[in-house]
């Protein structure tokens, strides 16, 4: 079993930044893909972000792209989530994923991933 544990959420002002982290108890081949998730009030999770623990290919939502940024350090299981230039849009749960190394994957769909966190809470104030 695989654990994942996200950190870094917390309120910030719009135009603000947070870092997430999501540290995984261990990267096997079905954690070869790492994302991240968000889920507002009343609406559906969606993709965010995700990355390959083995050449470090990156996806990132529309949504996000020149805001936010995923990275993750090899030796330390750790993934993170800088995210720049917040908006009160950005107010979400964010939750840690981990998946196979498939295209579906990487794209970040969402029932192809295998393991979750327990989310944390990003607040975004105007």
């Known amino acids: 079993q695989v654990q994942l544990v996200e950190s870094g959420g917390g309120l910030v002002q719009a135009g603000g930044s947070l870092r997430l982290s999501c540290v995984a108890s261990?990267?096997?081949?079905?954690?070869?893909?790492m994302g991240w998730f968000r889920q507002a009030p009343g609406k559906e999770r969606e993709f965010v972000a995700s990355?390959?623990?083995?050449?470090?290919?990156?996806y990132h939502a529309d949504s996000v792209k020149g805001r936010f940024t995923i990275s993750r350090d090899n030796a330390k299981n750790t993934m993170y989530l800088q995210m720049d230039i917040l908006k009160p849009e950005d107010t979400a749960v964010y939750y840690c994923?981990?998946?196979?190394?498939?295209?579906?994957?990487?794209?970040?769909?969402?029932?192809?991933?295998?393991?979750w966190g327990q989310g944390t809470q990003v607040t975004v104030s105007s």
């Open positions: 990355i390959t623990w083995i050449g470090g290919a990156r």
């Open positions: 261990r990267v096997t081949f079905s954690t070869a893909t």
């Open positions: 994923a981990a998946g196979p190394p498939s295209r579906e994957v990487q794209q970040g769909v969402l029932s192809r991933y295998d393991y």
